[in-house]
């Protein structure tokens, strides 16, 4: 048995493409060599793999032919093809073939260690001469070693500016040549160093999650720590911090410091650096801060008649008002009302454009500092949440008000225009505005009242509430196609119909619903505009006509299914005493006019028919 | 080592790794990629190195001299190799060192940026080079340019020549760059910025902009028919800076501006077209 090292080494990778090799390589090798690594390696400028006991031989391998019947036609092509002679193939289960020997692992490692490096799916690839390899970044170098031989290549690199070629005398010092060339290639232990640096300093902390990232941009770990000027706290904090984390993979520690990862450089001509890298992004992000907080959240906002909301929807200053509007109709009060008319206002300022990120948030510190109620400013913070879907909902009553009126806004407008998303295209954010509506209402308690959506919105976003209610699909229909008056009203609607599915009440209006509808339904084109009482003739037309009257399926579920299950009786004997295919035209439509109020009534608490029996 | 002196070193190296230095193109452009010398030249068989100073015109990215970070009008230093040679990531190490950049002493890192200029049809995978954190250049392997998957992949690294300037310099504005003995790079610039910011952002007629956006539009197809690649080019660059003229006057919506950005891109793709077939012809012009 031997140890066996494979290290594709690259031009710098993306820390995604990392993550996506460390993933695949155990299985491209175990496909090409049949066993898993002991060992993965993974940083931006090496792949790599170490088998610690592979067999030095191949295993001896049969290979499949065509079927012994069409031997006359197909042997003499496999066997050239294979290098073999047409008599040395032997038939086994059904099939030609031949059993190729096992050889030296060395003699077929360039071949695997080849497979190996084509076999990577990157999720973006390139290419960059003529060989047709597609990488995440160029190859440079294959080093194979098996024990002692070099199999491929002739030598690892060390740390890109600090060392160069290294040796690896046996695949087994692989991790320690490295290290003593400056190289870390195991990831975790990267990891490791970083966060133990990191915990040396203290107080740091990773809002972005940029770590993941950090642990593949560097070979070597140097965990250093900056300041910036004070002056830079005026500043909005999420401002810093994004200026820290995006566009520098920085670590905050609070105030003015922040620690960083190098990956080699004189410590202190490093650190000087970065702190001039960040004083200058901080500079340019106070520069336009000024500016804005020159002109105030009052000008900001005056400005937005200029600037166009997208293309047929108007500017930001048409959607201010619609917000107003929509707000008011959600029964918000004066502070969400307020927050509506300067919700939008730092669309206009300038660093917004420069922290995009941080729309709603730049306004509300702007708000801030303007001297509004905090209630306001919470509110236009608010405004974009929940901005994933699992993520958190508004805090305030007024910041929920908001943060519907917004999404209702936006979804209605984009509708009109013909922007549905459309498979994975969604340019406009529908449905993550239609999930984060469906949760306002189901987790947030508001009330989203169902006609301030159009129809096609409407029916957008209540699909959603199909995957956010937790009963059957059919349930969620059922209560969809029901008179609920508001959203959060259609999911307590499926989740009761779904708790109460077993109980009589619920038993009866099924069955009363049900067969109202399979005979009246087909024919809803012939029945009668409105119920005429002195065409019922029989007793039991009367009867349910009656006990229809008397049922009331507003208000709380349980008793409406209570109230509405004493039709199925009437029902029942209706169908049994009384012909409604009667030969006079004007008693049958109203006859089937009846069982259609019967349907519609109990259809107020739901689409029954969607609910399998 | 003052500007110019950096440049000279640049201009220096480059033409030591056999590239033809060219001088900046005689139009607007919004980046050294969009010089024919590079968009054009990167395009079919032939192998191709150059090097040279191009101005950048953004007009959005003005803040009339204000800021000491922010300019409508900056130079970026560019460099083409045709096809990327396996050592061409320490040619452009050495690039660096040429200019006095310790690569012992400093942080370099490469870190993963992907390069795609819509108006253009192009992309292509690199890195945005850090040093001590400042990113110094822009570094490309083409992939598509005009919508056309490279022969050759060139290896386009565009410098930000104030960036390396401050960060050689140890200064924290730009204006104070020494361009040379005596003279700041504000000496030579900061009134234009102030004026261009004022036309760029206040006066740039908004429908004459529009309509020679247009006129420029129909001259390009009417010289790709006559089969002139190189004035048709000229066309799509004057094109791409009225869009970019547009922009900075607020005058376009986002959908507005996808349009336009989409018209550019289809004549930048005629125009790439043509030059391949003339260049599969052998008589490639320029």
Known sequence: ?613 | MNFQEMIRSLEGYWAEQGCVLMQPYHTELAAGTMNPATFLRCLGPSPWKTAYVEPVIRPLDGRYGENPYRFQHYFQYQVILKPAPEDVLDRYFASLEAIGIDLQRHDIRLVEDDWEQATLGAWGLGWEVWCDGMEITQWTYFQQLGGFDVELVPAEMTYGLERLGMFLQGKSSAFELEWAPGVTWGDVYRESEREWSAYNFELAPVETLSRRFGEAEEECRQLVERRLPLPAYDQVLKCSHMLNLLDARGALSVTERAAYVGRVRTLAREVARLYLEQEGDGDAAG
């Open chain 1, 1 to 613: 048995m031997a140890t066996l090292l494979v290290e594709i080494g690259c031009e710098e990778l993306p820390a995604r493409a990392c993550r996506e090799a460390e993933a695949q390589l155990p299985m491209l090798v175990e496909r090409e060599l049949g066993a898993r690594p002991d060992r993965v390696f993974v940083g931006p400028r090496r792949i790599a793999a170490v088998l610690l006991d592979v067999a030095e031989r191949t295993p001896d391998e049969w290979v499949k032919g065509p079927p012994e019947q069409l031997a006359e036609k197909a042997a003499a092509g496999f066997a050239k093809r294979h290098g073999v002679e047409v008599e040395a193939l032997v038939a086994r289960e059904g099939f030609l073939g031949f059993e190729r020997p096992g050889r030296p692992l060395a003699e077929a490692l360039p071949e695997k260690a080849d497979a190996i490096v084509r076999g990577f799916a990157f999720s973006k690839s390139m290419r960059w001469d003529d060989s047709g390899l597609r990488f995440s970044r160029p190859v440079r170098w294959t080093l194979v070693k098996l024990d002692g031989e070099t199999v491929v290549g002739a030598s690892s690199f060390g740390h890109r500016f600090a060392e160069g070629a290294v040796e690896i005398p046996v695949a087994g010092e692989y991790e320690e040549r490295l290290r003593s060339a400056r190289v870390e290639p195991d990831a975790e232990e990267r990891r490791r160093q970083i966060v133990s640096g990191l915990d040396a300093i203290g107080g740091w902390s990773d809002p972005a999650g940029v770590l993941e990232e950090v642990v593949y941009l560097v070979e070597s770990v140097t965990v250093l720590e900056g300041r910036f000027d004070e002056r830079f706290l005026q500043l909005p904090e999420r401002v810093v911090v994004t200026a820290m984390q995006s566009h520098q993979r920085y670590f905050p520690l609070g105030g003015n410091r922040f620690a960083f990862v190098a990956n080699g450089g004189d410590p202190d001509t490093v650190r000087a650096g970065n702190e001039g890298v960040l004083a200058g992004r901080l500079d340019d992000a106070s520069f336009t801060f000024e500016r804005d907080v020159a002109s105030g959240i009052e000008r900001l906002a005056e400005r937005l008649g200029g600037i166009t909301f997208f293309a047929g929807a108007g500017s930001f200053a048409d959607k201010s008002e619609r917000l107003r509007d929509l707000v008011a109709k959600l029964g918000g009060g004066e502070a969400s009302l307020e927050a509506a008319r300067l919700a939008k206002a730092d669309q206009a300022s300038e660093l917004v454009r420069e922290f995009p990120d941080l729309e709603g948030h730049i306004g509300a510190e702007y708000a801030r500092l303007a001297g509004y109620p905090e209630a306001v400013c919470a509110a236009v913070d608010e405004q974009y949440l929940p901005d994933s879907a699992g993520g958190p909902l508004p805090q305030t009553e007024a910041g929920k008000v908001l943060a519907a009126a917004d999404k209702l806004d936006t979804l209605s407008v984009s509708f009109s225009l013909g922007h549905r998303p459309t498979g994975s295209r969604d340019p406009y954010g529908s449905r993550r505005a239609a999930i984060g509506l469906c949760r306002l209402a189901l987790e947030g308690g508001l009330v989203i009242p169902r006609e301030l959506m159009p129809e096609d919105v409407r029916e957008f976003v209540e699909e959603r509430l199909e995957g956010l209610v937790d009963v059957p699909v059919e349930y969620v229909r059922a209560a969809r196609a029901s008179a609920a008056p508001d959203l959060a009203s259609v999911g307590r609607l499926a989740q009761t119909l779904y708790a109460e599915r077993e109980t009589a009440s619920f038993g009866g209006v099924y069955t009363a619903y049900e067969r109202a509808d399979r005979l009246a339904g087909r024919a809803a084109d012939e029945a009668a505009e409105q119920l005429d009482h002195s065409l019922l003739r029989e007793d039991a037309e009367r009867a349910l006509a009656e006990g229809l009257a008397a049922v009331s399926v507003d208000g709380d579920v349980r008793k409406a299914l209570e109230s509405g299950a004493k039709l199925a009786p009437l029902v029942e004997r209706f169908f049994d005493e009384v012909l409604v295919m009667d030969e006079d035209p004007a008693v049958r439509a109203n006859r089937l006019r009846l069982l259609l109020d019967v349907r519609d009534t109990l259809g107020r608490l739901g689409d029954f028919s969607q609910i399998p029996r």
